[in-house]
């Protein structure tokens, strides 16, 4: 391998780059022949289009993808710096809040490993997720320029440029053929240009692309005002077109009704579309006819929904179908994927700014709703309560356009991301469409790709598993059944013990670099690690410590400390900048920290630890070390998870509410190996009306006498009152996530995890078992599913 350096000085950094450009530059010629035989075969293509791409590092996925790990190693002996080393230089490509981005990212890797032609669509933010720091216990957010450096792995391919019209307005006019048309005229013009990312399949020589646009300003438009003489004019309307692409929006639960928000998805849209369309011509010229059976959009959630109008703006304005044709193409091509049931993250915008931002495309979705609301006549006749209720339009003062019945009205396919939540929106929030197009719903279990989530992010645990099943188990995840016969065997339970712990003393050396916290490898490691969202309950986790705090202060004043299991408690995750009780969260969480850590008669049995700035490349040293995964969120209310799946593959327990996957990850792995709590989605529903907190703090002297410590300012003696919000939530019966309920139950539910601990070798059985039988959420299987079931591909 050509390493891309001379004998001269060089950095570290030269060295990073040098080893990603020549890991790229070697990728170029399969990336072509993918390009050339996806053109060639006329193979089904599916656009994948998402706001978001959490792709975190690419050095080491692709090593190992391209199988170029061991060459790599033998190239950098010469050097000072090791492979692991020079791999954590490598910035996060964090274009992602969370959960829905990582899905994205884990779905290309299996879609190129499943040798499937799916190109991902999305955003080249230069600012990607905020950087998360930790002052006096408060979350302060760091902008994250990950370009900063430069990007070795992108491609600016300029030949594929594309305009993006914005404001101005709307006109018809009747043609030759007496046919009349609408044009939009007067626009403001953006320039979308794609920059490649490759996305390398494992070990079967197919490079897919992700294409991610930024938006520059059109030479053109410059000219013009320069030559009226009008620079600075010239010179600000470039940097409006430049904001476009400049920052992703850090809300994992929605902040509605931004106006920039608005921009990059149609921006997203109309570009990825226009490419998609552009392509189509240079191939089978205008005519459309076979163009729904050879392309797939997957809509990840609402966000590119409005891609719906604008391939009907596309096709009718610009291409010349009638609206019955064009409308045949895009109800054929289009699949909408929900991602959550919560209210405030349904998206709504009002009609006055896309009577503004895009006019064209407003007067297509009253079109469409019209057609559509025809259709919701004919099956409730004289319903006209149910017009308005499944209206695209919201009216009211300020009329919104919602989102998701648009993507739904459009879409021949809407899938949930694991059973129960599909099954909540089939009787609950889609429920009318249910009844209308039952046809159209499905279920699809999210999963995660085993090439990061297991052979690259423990390589220790791969090793074992090597040796004792081959490696058939990478491409095939229901191959760690297989270890399931292993359970009994005396030696594997050694190796399986050794590698965790080796995990954890790793995990460790960074917690105490990040933390300023010393995690003690024989302790249990009980983490929970996401989002702080109050629907998580990283609120019921806390308060947990906090009685585990005075559990052991009590042991050691009684002299009863030999029944204490010594546990080392991990927290991590950002608050989206606006949600200031997730932020009160993350200061309660640190100064509890402080409190428990600096008691030094009480850190031989806990500890705990808030890790600043969570993200992909931190997950991947956290859930190797992990023994206690928690997946504790109010039943109902988390559509899948992910996390709780790579926790599961790398031989964690999981002590987890009947939410989400974690409900199949049950079910997979059976009673006995899971460690269940709390009241169900339906007993939510049914206490929710008549919740009174107060009854279930009476009925839990552990959780009275937590409330108790909380409510006298022991944690925040310096800043009285500071922790009202967090107090007044758990007692509140209007608290949504019922906190209190389910406190006692998790309590229980922990100390049969302490009693399972304390026996080595049956947690270590259960552990394989919980790596056995994650099989079933390997993102293959997933993406099988919507090869098999959706794209037909
Ligand atoms: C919407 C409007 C304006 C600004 C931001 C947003 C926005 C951005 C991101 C709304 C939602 C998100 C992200 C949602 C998300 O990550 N959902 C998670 O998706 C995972 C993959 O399916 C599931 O496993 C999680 O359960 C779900 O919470």
Request: glycine share 6%; hydrophobic share 40%; with cysteine.
């Amino acid at each position: 391998m050509n390493n891309g350096l001379g004998q001269e000085e060089h950095t570290e950094h030269d060295l990073f780059h040098a080893l990603a450009s020549s890991v790229k530059d070697q990728m170029l010629g399969s990336w072509r022949e993918t390009r050339t035989k996806d053109g060639h075969y006329r193979t089904k293509q599916v656009a994948y289009l998402s706001l978001e791409f959490l792709m975190g590092r690419a050095l080491g996925n692709a090593l190992l993808n391209l199988e170029l790990t061991d060459e790599s190693r033998q190239v950098l002996s010469q050097y000072a710096i090791g492979l692991e080393a020079l791999e954590e230089l490598e910035h996060d490509a964090g274009l992602g809040n969370g959960g829905l981005g990582r899905l994205a990212a884990c779905f290309l890797d299996s879609c190129a490993s499943m040798d499937l032609a799916v190109t991902g669509y999305g955003i080249r933010y230069e600012y990607g997720m905020f950087a998360q720091k930790i002052v006096d216990g408060y979350q302060v957010e760091r902008p994250d320029r990950w370009l900063r450096d430069g990007n070795p792995w992108e491609v600016r391919v300029p030949n594929h440029n594309v305009i993006v019209p914005f404001f101005g307005h709307t006109e018809s006019y009747i043609d030759k053929g007496g046919r009349r048309n609408v044009i939009w005229v007067d626009t403001q013009d953006v320039m979308a240009v794609a920059y490649d990312m490759p996305v390398p399949g494992y070990r079967n020589g197919r490079i897919n692309t992700l294409r991610l646009w930024k938006s520059e300003a059109t030479d053109d438009f410059d000219l013009t005002e320069f030559n009226q003489g009008d620079y600075t004019e010239a010179v600000a309307r470039k940097n409006l077109a430049e904001q476009i692409t400049m920052v992703l929006y850090p809300n994992d639960a929605s902040e509605n009704g931004k106006e920039l928000r608005l921009r990059q998805q149609y921006f997203l849209s109309s570009a990825s579309l226009q490419d998609l369309l552009n392509n189509w011509v240079s191939q089978h010229g205008t005519d459309f006819s076979g163009f729904a059976k050879a392309n797939v959009m997957q809509l990840n959630d609402t966000h590119p929904s409005v891609a719906v109008p604008e391939l009907m703006r596309l096709l009718v304005d610009h291409y010349f179908l009638e609206w019955d044709q064009a409308w045949e193409i895009t109800s054929n091509t289009m699949a909408y994927t929900n991602h959550t049931l919560l209210p405030e993250a349904l998206e709504r915008w009002p009609v006055r700014m896309f009577q503004q931002m895009l006019p064209r495309i407003l007067e297509i979705i009253y079109e469409i709703n019209a057609r559509y609301l025809d259709d919701v006549a004919h099956h409730w006749p004289g319903d006209s309560e149910m017009l308005a209720k499944m209206s695209i339009i919201e009216e009211g003062c300020e009329p919104h356009v919602r989102m998701a019945y648009l993507a739904i009205v459009a879409s021949f396919s809407v899938n949930g991301v694991a059973g129960l939540h599909t099954q909540l929106l089939t009787s609950g929030l889609f429920k009318e469409f249910y009844a209308l197009w039952p046809e159209k719903f499905n279920n699809r279990t999210n999963g995660v790709t085993p090439r990061r989530w297991l052979a690259h992010c423990n390589p220790k645990l791969t090793e074992v598993l090597i040796k004792r099943l081959g490696g058939e188990w990478v491409k095939d995840l229901k191959h760690l059944h297989a270890l399931n016969a292993f359970t009994e065997d005396k030696s594997l339970l050694e190796e399986w013990r050794a590698v965790k712990l080796a995990n954890k003393r790793e995990l460790s050396v960074m917690i105490a670099k990040e933390c300023g916290v010393e995690f003690v490898p024989s302790m249990m490691f009980d983490v929970q690690v996401k989002r702080i969202h109050e629907y998580k309950r990283q609120l019921l986790n806390i308060l947990h410590v906090i009685h585990l705090y005075q559990k052991t202060i009590t042991a050691i004043s009684e002299g009863k400390t030999d029944k204490l299991v010594p546990r080392c408690v991990l927290i991590g995750g950002k608050a989206a900048p606006g949600y200031a009780m997730a932020k009160l969260l993350i200061k309660l969480a640190n100064n509890l920290a402080h409190m428990v850590n600096s008691d030094l008669d009480v850190t031989p049995y806990l500890r705990f630890a808030f890790l600043p700035n969570y993200n992909v490349s931190a997950m991947e040293k956290i859930c190797p070390a992990t023994d206690l995964s928690q997946q504790i969120s109010t039943a109902g209310k988390e559509a899948s998870g992910t996390g709780n799946m790579k926790f599961m593959m790398n031989g964690a327990l999981t002590i987890g509410t009947l939410d989400g996957a974690n409900i199949e990850m049950l079910e997979e792995v059976g009673e006995e190996n899971f460690f269940l709590f709390g009241l169900d989605a339906q007993e939510v529903k049914l206490l929710q009306p008549n919740y009174q907190p107060e009854d279930f703090i009476k009925q839990s002297p552990a959780l009275q006498q937590v409330m108790g410590l909380l409510e006298s300012g022991h944690f925040n003696l310096q800043e009285p009152g500071i922790f009202e919000p967090i107090i007044e939530s758990i007692k509140s019966p209007n608290d949504p996530w019922m906190t209190a309920a389910d406190f006692e139950s998790y309590r229980l539910a922990q100390e049969r995890v302490e009693d399972a601990y304390k026996e080595s070798n049956s947690w270590t059985q259960m552990s394989i078992r919980n790596t056995a039988c994650s099989g079933r959420f390997s993102s293959d299987v997933t993406i099988a599913g919507y090869r098999d079931k959706i794209w037909r591909a």
